[in-house]
Structures are given as C-alpha cells and as structure tokens.
C-alpha cells in the first residue's frame, strides 16, 4: 500500500476518534445535567410534595399561557420578516417615540398574530355571506395581508403625527431658545430652558440631549442624534448649522437668530401651500357628497311635482 494511502488512512483513524472521544464527553455531560436535573426534580418534591398539576396551576396564566405563545409568535414573525425589515422597524419606533412597552419583537409578534386572526377570518366569514371558493380565497388573502401591515401602518401613523408636531413646535422653540441665548444663558442652558417651558415631543427630545450630554456625549454628537432620531429637515438644518458653529467658532447668537427668522419664513410657506392644497383636496367630497345633497333638495320637489303632473296625463 503507497505510504501517502496509509498516511490518510491514519488520520482519518485519528480523526474518528477525536470525534467519538469529544461525543463520549458531550454525552457525558448531558446525561450528569440530566440526573442532576431529576434530583432536583425529586429533592423538591420532598420538600413540598405539592403535586405537578397544583404547582403549575399556581403559576400566574400569563406565564403559563400567555408568555409561550407571545414567543411563538415573535418567533415567527421574525422568520417572516428579512433583517433589512426588522431594521426600519427599529427606525420607525425611533421616530414614534419609542412608545413605552413597544419594541420590535411585540411588533413581529403582533404581525404574525395579525396573519393569523386576519387569515382565519377570511375562511371563517365569507361562507356566511355564501361566498364561493374564489370569495374565499381572495378575501382571505386580503385579511391576512392587512393583519400582516396593520401594527406597522399604527407605527408609521404614529411617527408621522409625532414628526408633524415637532415641525409645528420647531420655530417657537427656537424662538424661545434665541432668546435665551442673548439674554445671557449659555447653550446647555438655554436649551434646558426651553425644554422646561416647552411640551410635547420636541421638549422630550431636547431633555434627551442634555441627558446625553450629561452622560458625557460631546454636545455635536448629541445633536446629530437627535437628528437621527427625528425626520424633520427643518430640524436637520439647524443641526448641521449649530454644528458648524460650534466647529468654527461663530456666535451661536448670530446663528440662532438667522434660524429662527428662517423657521419662520418656512412655517409661513408651508401654510401658504397648505392653503393652496385645500381646492384640489375638497373638490371630491364636493362632487360626490355636496352636489347630490343640493341637487336633491333643490331639484327634488320640482322633480316630484314634474312626475305627478304628467302622471295624471
């Protein structure tokens, strides 16, 4: 036999049994947990000779019941779900707030018991309409799509009213800050005065970075996370403009009154086009909803009598 033969012969020998030693010892280990674990099983039924059934039955149902099924469903909503996905989830909940007791495992779970509620609906309703195998299918599709991205719309709904407001807060706040700055108060100062006197979510923001800043987060950091956290440009805009200044040197005076005069200018513009939207957006409730409401009461009684008289004809 060539010498290169035996010499793979002979390692695949050594290998084998590396690998067989390293099995004996896992299952070695295993079955010590296992006897160690029945021991315990035992010792404590000793100590308190309560039966199994009782000691379960004594453990809260949402432990019992509640706890597994959640993690079955945020298992499976994560198996549903790419990363990439899980990923704007986690920006989403950023910009809402971070809503307290919300996080991204509670949203997967609830798309996936959303699928589940809206698939069996689709299966369970329709027959009682007398709806076909077609009905069925598609409504079941339907249901189970919109139980799918339903806590994922709340979400978005959520932020996008929450970046609205922060917007609408914006100049006020800015206003208030400017004037905070020239009457003698330093930046981290002013910005705790405005965060004191101010509400809503732009206040928690603010508290949010002095926190950082405390915490011992440099003050431009700071700032490009609030940034990051908000999907205002206004408020992007005046990040990026403190940080230049706070970079370079410049009066941050000079530039908070520059800001807020530009807030200003861009609320009013925003109305002005706001404003401007209000004929195209009223001019389908006008058509389907107003118009055949006055056609009826002004032409109806002409219209009634027009019918009678030529009826008597």
């Known amino acids: 036999m060539a010498p290169e033969v035996l010499l793979a012969v002979g390692l695949g020998v050594v290998f084998l049994g590396l690998v067989g030693v390293l099995a004996s010892l896992l299952l070695a280990n295993r079955e010590r947990q296992e006897i160690a674990r029945r021991q315990a099983l035992l010792e404590n039924f000793r100590t308190n000779p309560v039966p199994l059934r009782e000691q ?11 706890g597994p099924l959640t993690e079955r469903f945020v298992g499976a909503g994560r198996r549903l779900t790419p990363d990439e996905r899980m990923e704007k989830i986690r920006s989403r909940l950023d910009l809402a707030g971070n809503p307290s007791g919300w996080d991204v495992d509670r949203i997967l779970g609830l798309k996936a ?63 208030l800050l400017t004037i905070s700055v020239e009457a003698g108060l330093a930046f981290d100062a002013a910005l705790a005065q405005v965060a004191r006197n101010s509400d809503g ?53 000079n530039v908070l009154r520059v800001q807020s005069k530009e807030m200003r200018i861009r609320r009013s513009q925003r109305a002005e086009e706001k ?4 004929p195209v957006k009223i001019l389908f409730p006008l058509i389907f909803c107003i118009l055949p409401s006055l056609f009826i009461v002004v032409m109806g009684p002409a219209g009634i009598k027009i019918f009678q008289q030529f009826k008597g004809l």
Not at 116 to 140: E, N
Not at 150 to 172: A, F, H, K, S, V
Not at 205 to 234: H, K, P
């Open 201 to 253: 979510p732009l206040a928690k923001e603010l508290f949010r970075v002095l926190q950082e800043m405390q915490i011992g987060t440099g003050r431009a950091n700071a700032l490009r996370a609030l940034a990051d956290r908000t999907d205002v440009e206004e408020l992007r805009i005046f990040v990026g403009a403190m940080v230049q200044a706070d970079t370079f040197g410049i009066p941050i005076a």
């Open 113 to 175: 018991l959303g699928l589940l509620i809206g698939a069996f609906l689709g299966i369970v309703v329709p027959p009682l309409f007398g709806a076909g195998p077609r009905g069925i299918v598609l409504t079941t599709l339907g249901l189970a799509v919109l139980g799918w991205f339903t806590p994922t719309m709340w979400i978005y709904q959520i932020g996008y009213d929450r970046t609205e407001q922060i917007r609408r807060e914006l100049p006020d706040a800015l206003d």
């Open 275 to 278: 404003a401007q939207q209000v």
């Open 56 to 66: 379960e039955l004594q453990t809260p149902f949402a432990e019992r019941v509640i």
